[in-house]
Antibody
Framework: QVQLQESGPGLVKPSQTLSLTCTVSGGSISSGGYYWSWIRQHPGKGLEWIGYIYYSGSTYYNPSLKSRVTISVDTSKNQFSLKLSSVTAADTAVYYC????????WGRGTLVTVSS | EIVMTQSPATLSVSPGERATLSCRASQSVSSNLAWYQQKPGQAPRLLIYGASTRATGIPARFSGSGSGTEFTLTISSLQSEDFAVYYCQQYNNWPPDTFGQGTKLEIK
C-alpha cells in the first residue's frame, strides 16, 4: 500500500530555510488524480494547510505562507519537497506530508524546531 | 478564506453512548467536507469525506451528515479507542484548504 515518509533536519536556526522531503512508496506520485500536500501542526494546536503540488508541477499555497513557501516534486525519486524560508520560532511545528484533496494518507510527521 | 468552526471544544461522553460533533463553515462548502481523528503522537486519520462517505476501514459507528454550511459527525456507540481529537476540513474553496480548531472527545 502507499506510504509517505517525511525526512529532514529536526532543528533549524532562525532566518534560515526549513527543508523537508516526503518519500512516497508503494505507488507512483505520477499516477495522477492526487495532489501532494504539506500540513503543519504547532505544538498543542490545530492543523494548518501549507500547500499542494500536482505531479505536473502545479502548485497551490496557503496565502498566509505563500511568500516564504516553495513546494517541488521529483518524479524520478517519487518525492516531493517543502522549503520554508526566513523561519522564526513561530514555524516550530510537526510537519506532515499527505495525499489530497481530502487527506486520505499521511506521513507520521516530523517535528521541526526553530532555535539558535 | 473559509473559516471552519467546531463545537463544542470539548465533549465529555461515557463509553457506549452517542457523541455528536458539529462543524460550521463561514460560507457554503457544498459537500466538500472531511472529518479526521487524531490521537496523541499520531498523524490524523481520515474518517469521512464528501460529508458522509466513510473512508476505507472506518467502522460503521462513524457517520457524517450535512451540506452547505452545517455538518455533523456522529459516533453511535463510543468505544475506548474513539476518545481523541476530531477535526473537520473543507476542500471546496481553495486555496487555502481550512480546518476547524478541533473537538476533544473525552471520557466522562
Amino acid at each position: 500500500q502507499v506510504q509517505l515518509q517525511e525526512s529532514g533536519p529536526g532543528l533549524v536556526k532562525p532566518s534560515q530555510t526549513l527543508s523537508l522531503t516526503c518519500t512516497v512508496s508503494g505507488g507512483s506520485i505520477s499516477s495522477g488524480g492526487y495532489y501532494w500536500s504539506w500540513i503543519r501542526q504547532h505544538p498543542g494546536k490545530g492543523l494548518e494547510w501549507i500547500g499542494y503540488i500536482y505531479y505536473s508541477g502545479s502548485t497551490y499555497y496557503n496565502p498566509s505562507l505563500k511568500s516564504r513557501v516553495t513546494i517541488s516534486v521529483d518524479t524520478s525519486k517519487n518525492q516531493f519537497s517543502l522549503k520554508l524560508s526566513s523561519v522564526t520560532a513561530a514555524d516550530t511545528a510537526v510537519y506532515y506530508c499527505a495525499r489530497a484533496r481530502y487527506f486520505d494518507l499521511w506521513g507520521r510527521g516530523t517535528l521541526v524546531t526553530v532555535s539558535s | 478564506e473559509i473559516v471552519m468552526t467546531q463545537s463544542p471544544a470539548t465533549l465529555s461522553v461515557s463509553p457506549g453512548e452517542r457523541a455528536t460533533l458539529s462543524c460550521r463553515a463561514s460560507q457554503s462548502v457544498s459537500s466538500n467536507l472531511a472529518w479526521y481523528q487524531q490521537k496523541p503522537g499520531q498523524a490524523p486519520r481520515l474518517l469521512i469525506y464528501g460529508a458522509s462517505t466513510r473512508a476505507t476501514g472506518i467502522p460503521a459507528r462513524f457517520s457524517g451528515s450535512g451540506s452547505g454550511t452545517e455538518f455533523t459527525l456522529t459516533i453511535s456507540s463510543l468505544q475506548s479507542e474513539d476518545f481523541a481529537v476530531y477535526y473537520c476540513q473543507q476542500y471546496n474553496n481553495w486555496p487555502p484548504d481550512t480546518f476547524g480548531q478541533g473537538t476533544k472527545l473525552e471520557i466522562k
